[in-house]
């Protein structure tokens, strides 16, 4: 049986563990919470590792960087596309919360303990003190961009080193790379896991009272995966866009769904870029990148958590202000941390621009907690999925 199992595709194990997870938590609920060592096991794994992973192959690809490759000037439009992207999701949202308004029960307990960022202006300075952070410190507390900055600085400096020192950096990314092999052969015994504690301590009845919500959030994030994405992949590639959105979908997506950790997904992401032909000093960029910076998802959720508040509250909303939420939902997504619930924190940024309180914006992302099981999850799922769809597309796209 295990023989039978090793021969079958990673995603095809991977489908299996979500089959038997559901079953599990379905009628053995009481087993459940003894396997949530797996998820946690695999979840640890990839978040320790991802780190150093990335700035071992960032400062290798950098360092043995021959010029004239063309993979430098890809970079720039994979961040456009990512802005591009956050913009017509948060847009979408936009339109998606005028069709079907809904309403909140805002008479939650307020959470002080959470303390979400005080401003815009908070977001940018803290995004930009992340780039000087103490190496170290960004290895240890997984801050993808100060990580970028420093592989970055010191790959450009040992461009000038000698041969036998880029050598050394090669074998170490190599031998980083295996380590990540091993660890996501172990994906389907972690997804397992994951999912048989998310089924068994959802609780559909608590989510029930958020249907609306939740329909809303999920519908517009899978109408931005399978319409928004293919749109803006088809521009660039010139090319039927589903088959590289669906194999995102299927290969990254499905892993960030019950990781619910953008940052966790860069080792997933960045071997599938891999197989799909991406140069790897493209990919070591462009797909780290991605997990700190572009969170179409959370600007969904955003956009669609404050449009709801202004609508429970009653307030006007012009088509002006749309466009300036869905700006700043865009800039505030940026600044979302790459784990599970980071953008529920900056839905009170958003509020501010129609004076609501942070008493009641709190009570907003309270309600978001409860309803993150499912919301938070699609909400990485098209994160990540996200990130190596669009640095796959603007590889493929015909030079001019």
């Given at each position: ?22 079953a599990?938590a379905?009628?053995?609920p ?22 150093i992973?990335v ?24 961040i ?14 936009v339109?998606?919360s ?36 103490n190496?170290?410190?960004?290895i ?9 900055a420093?592989?970055?600085t ?11 020192s ?12 295996k ?6 052969s ?21 989510l ?7 329909a ?7 109408f ?19 088959p ?13 769904f019950?990781t ?10 960045l071997?599938?870029a891999?197989r799909?032909?991406v140069?790897?000093s ?8 991605g ?9 969904v959720?955003?956009t669609?958590l404050t449009l ?12 002006t ?32 621009l129609?004076?609501?309180?942070t ?6 992302v ?7 099981v ?13 990130d ?13």
């Open positions: 049986m295990f023989a039978a199992l090793a021969r079958l595709s990673l995603v095809t194990r991977i489908i299996i563990a979500i089959i038997l997870g559901v599990v379905i009628f053995f009481n087993v459940a919470p003894y396997l949530s060592l797996l998820g946690d096991l695999f979840i640890k794994a990839l978040k320790s590792v991802a780190p992973l700035f071992v192959l960032v400062l290798s690809s950098i360092a043995n960087f021959k010029v004239g490759g063309g993979h430098d000037s890809k970079i720039k439009p994979i456009m596309m990512y802005a591009v992207g956050m913009f017509l999701s948060a847009m979408t949202a339109f998606a005028q069709i079907f308004p809904s309403t909140l029960f805002l008479d939650v307990p307020h959470q002080a303990a959470v303390q979400p960022p005080g401003s815009l202006a908070e977001i940018l300075k803290n995004l930009l003190l992340s780039f000087v952070a190496p170290i410190v960004a240890s507390e997984a801050n993808f961009i100060g990580i970028l420093w592989a970055v010191l790959g450009i400096a040992f461009r000038h080193a000698s041969d036998t880029k050598v050394f950096l090669t074998d170490t990314a190599e031998a980083v790379n380590v990540i092999r091993l660890v996501i172990f994906a389907p015994l972690g997804i397992f896991g994951l999912v048989a504690v998310t089924f068994a301590e959802a609780g559909i009845d608590t029930a009272s958020y249907g609306q919500l939740l809303v959030l999920i519908g517009t994030m899978f931005v995966a399978l319409v928004i994405n293919p749109i803006m992949v088809a521009f660039v590639t010139r090319s039927n866009p589903y590289l959105v669906l194999k995102c979908l299927r290969e990254s997506g499905i892993t960030a019950f619910r950790s953008s940052a966790a997904n860069i080792p997933v992401n071997d599938l891999k799909l032909g140069a790897e493209t990919a070591s960029v462009a797909i780290p990148l997990a700190a910076i572009n969170m179409a998802g959370a600007s959720t955003i669609i709801a508040t202004v609508h429970t509250l009653g307030i006007h909303v012009d088509l202000t749309m466009v300036i939420l869905s700006i700043v939902a865009t800039v505030s997504a940026c600044g979302a941390s790459g784990v599970a619930g980071g953008s529920l924190l900056l839905i009170p940024v958003a509020c501010g129609f004076n609501i309180s008493d009641i914006a709190m009570q907003v309270a309600i978001g907690m409860v309803i993150s499912l919301q938070d999850s699609t909400e990485t799922a098209l994160n990540s999925s996200t190596v769809l669009f640095t796959v597309a603007v590889d493929r796209a015909p030079s001019k």
